[in-house]
Nanobody, 118 residues
Framework: QVELEESGGGLVQAGGSLRLTCAAFGIDLNLHGLEWYRQAPGKQRELVAGLNTLGGTNYADAVKGRFSISRDSAQSMVYLQMNSLRPEDTAVYFC????????????WGQGTQVTVSS
């Protein structure tokens, strides 16, 4: 059974940093692309960062230079390092995994709340 569990969210002042963790159970991260999404109240869910199985990354324009996605396949962990946080980063953050060849289902975590105060 595949489960993704996010943690590390919380309340932080503008300019501060947080590191989100996604613990992956029952999945080989070497065979899955990984993404972080976020959803703020009243807004659509948006892709924040992606990491493919070749190590390539992509980021939303709003977070480029501030956020960094990484993985530790041996520990089956996915991370999102968030620096220079802004109030507009406030959202529920979700991790997602998909098989590199797009076979089978995609998997989502339950989300973790990040709140950035001004």
């Amino acid at each position: 059974q595949v489960e993704l569990e996010e943690s590390g969210g919380g309340l932080v002042q503008a300019g501060g940093s947080l590191r989100l963790t996604c613990a992956a159970f029952g999945i080989d991260l070497n065979l899955h692309g990984l993404e972080w999404y976020r959803q703020a109240p009243g807004k659509q869910r948006e892709l924040v960062a992606g990491l493919n199985t070749l190590g390539g990354t992509n980021y939303a324009d709003a977070v480029k230079g501030r956020f960094s996605i990484s993985r530790d396949s041996a520990q089956s962990m996915v991370y999102l390092q968030m620096n220079s946080l802004r109030p507009e980063d406030t959202a529920v953050y979700f991790c997602k995994a998909y098989h590199y060849n797009r076979r089978g289902p995609e998997y989502w975590g339950q989300g973790t709340q990040v709140t950035v105060s001004s």
